[in-house]
Each structure stands twice: as C-alpha cells, then as structure tokens.
C-alpha cells in the first residue's frame, strides 16, 4: 500500500504583532504574499512524489481567509490534494484541529507540521525532514544558536540578573517542519488535549509524552515571519536567491 505524507500548516495567527492592515500571512513578499511562498515551497516536494509518498496538504485558517487563500490554491495548485480546515485559538488546538481534518491515514504514515509563516523554506530542508524519518520517530528541521545565551532571575523590581552562562555548543534553535508518525502525533495531541497543555512548538509535546526527538539541518533563512522587519529581512533573502517576480505556477 502506498504510503501517505500529510503537510499540516497552520495558518491561523492572529499576526498581531505585525500591527494594524493585512494579516501577516497575506503580506507580500518580492510580489507573493508570505503563504504563498510557503505553499509554493512544499508544491514542490509534492508534485515530485519525493520518496515515493503519496502527498496531501491540510492548511489549518481562518473563517476570514478561507475563501483568499481557497481562490489562491485554486489558481495556483489546482493538481494539489489540499484540505482545509478552521484554526484554533492557539497553535496547540489549532494543529489539533488539523489532525482532525486528516482521513484514511495508517499509523506508519507521515506528518509534517510546517507554519505558514515560513515562507522561506527549501526543498533540501523539508527533503531532510522526510528522510529522517526513515530512521528515527520524531524528527526537526533546526540550526545552532549563534548568539550567546544568558540564564537570568527577573528580580522582584523587575530588574533582570544574570545568574549564568550557558554553552552555547548545547543549543539549538527549532525551526519547522517537525516530523512524526501520524500515530504519534496523534497521541501526543490526544494527550495534550486532555491534560490541558499548550506547547509553542510540537516537538515539545513529543519530549513530554516520551519520544525521542532528533535534529536535521536547517537553514538560518527559514525565518518566520512575525514582525514588519521579518518582512524585509524575507524581501532581501528572496533578492538574493533572484527569486523576485511574482509566484508563477
């Protein structure tokens, strides 16, 4: 039986700390609002049935954005299995809320949880995620801290005291996508859920509730996008990869 592999993207934040106009999601990006890109980026993996999975998208959003971004993959992906289904009030439900939209999947096959405001991400990093999944249960695209990290006590003044100095060498930075077997991020939702958890990231939710997490090699460049800065960081990282005229299929 073929196997399946389902892209989970949430994209359904409230981008509030982007500020007053357009959702952060629709913001353009060198002539492509910011899920576009994303979904153009996973298209590719897609269309080429990379390691012979068959591929679905499941684009958790929102009542206000459903009918833009249908129109969108209309357009755009008209060969693309997508399946949309409406966000939650965190990332947490929201993804849960997703895994929920998903039919037919077997224990053994594959979930990707991507944000869709990654627009930056490569076919070698979500190739990379895949591949490390023949191997290991849990696996996450991520980079190693470059900056030097502070541990810190917030002091009753709300003065903020350095108690230490970590090495760095120990630390990593989680990107998205994370990989699981659809039953076990199932089960960590499933748990999650019912013990009241909210995690920001869902390989959390894996070192919670038992299972190992390894790393694959991410890119600095896969940002996300949040703030108005974000945006032109994107613009001149798309730049730079000549990447600049407007999405085409």
């Given at each position: 039986?073929?196997?399946?592999?389902?892209?989970?993207?949430?994209?359904?934040?409230?981008?509030?700390?982007?500020?007053?106009?357009?959702?952060?999601?629709?913001?353009?990006?060198?002539?492509?609002?910011?899920?576009?890109?994303?979904?153009?980026?996973?298209?590719?993996?897609?269309?080429?049935?990379?390691?012979?999975?068959?591929?679905?998208?499941?684009?958790?959003?929102?009542?206000?954005?459903?009918?833009?971004?249908?129109?969108?993959?209309?357009?755009?992906?008209?060969?693309?299995?997508?399946?949309?289904?409406f966000g939650g009030n965190t990332r947490t439900e929201s993804v849960c809320l997703g895994l929920k939209a998903i039919e037919g999947a077997s224990g053994?096959?594959?979930?990707?949880?991507?944000?869709?405001?990654?627009?930056?991400?490569?076919?070698?990093?979500?190739?990379?995620?895949?591949?490390?999944?023949?191997?290991?249960?849990?696996?996450?695209?991520?980079?190693?801290?470059?900056?030097?990290?502070?541990?810190?006590?917030?002091?009753?003044?709300?003065?903020?005291?350095?108690?230490?100095?970590?090495?760095?060498?120990?630390?990593?930075?989680?990107?998205?996508?994370?990989?699981?077997?659809?039953?076990?991020?199932?089960?960590?939702?499933?748990?999650?859920?019912?013990?009241?958890?909210?995690?920001?990231?869902?390989?959390?939710?894996?070192?919670?509730?038992?299972?190992?997490?390894?790393?694959?090699?991410?890119?600095?460049?896969?940002?996300?996008?949040?703030?108005?800065?974000?945006?032109?960081?994107?613009?001149?990282?798309?730049?730079?990869?000549?990447?600049?005229?407007?999405?085409?299929?």
């Amino acid at each position: 039986m073929e196997r399946k592999c389902y892209f989970l993207i949430p994209a359904a934040g409230s981008g509030t700390r982007m500020g007053a106009g357009l959702p952060k999601l629709m913001r353009n990006v060198e002539g492509s609002p910011v899920i576009l890109r994303t979904l153009g980026a996973v298209s590719e993996v897609c269309r080429n049935g990379y390691a012979g999975f068959s591929y679905r998208i499941i684009l958790v959003t929102t009542h206000d954005l459903i009918d833009t971004l249908k129109a969108m993959c209309m357009e755009y992906f008209p060969d693309l299995d997508i399946v949309f289904a409406f966000g939650g009030n965190t990332r947490t439900e929201s993804v849960c809320l997703g895994l929920k939209a998903i039919e037919g999947a077997s224990g053994d096959d594959l979930v990707l949880v991507h944000d869709g405001a990654r627009c930056l991400i490569t076919y070698e990093e979500i190739t990379a995620c895949i591949d490390g999944l023949k191997d290991h249960t849990v696996c996450a695209s991520a980079v190693p801290v470059k900056n030097t990290l502070k541990e810190v006590e917030v002091m009753a003044s709300g003065e903020v005291k350095v108690t230490g100095t970590p090495d760095r060498s120990r630390f990593y930075e989680i990107l998205t996508p994370q990989g699981f077997k659809y039953s076990d991020i199932k089960m960590c939702y499933e748990r999650a859920a019912s013990d009241g958890i909210e995690a920001t990231d869902d390989t959390a939710l894996a070192t919670i509730y038992g299972l190992d997490v390894y790393l694959t090699k991410g890119l600095y460049s896969n940002l996300k996008i949040t703030t108005p800065e974000d945006i032109a960081i994107a613009s001149e990282i798309v730049r730079s990869r000549g990447e600049s005229e407007p999405f085409h299929d």
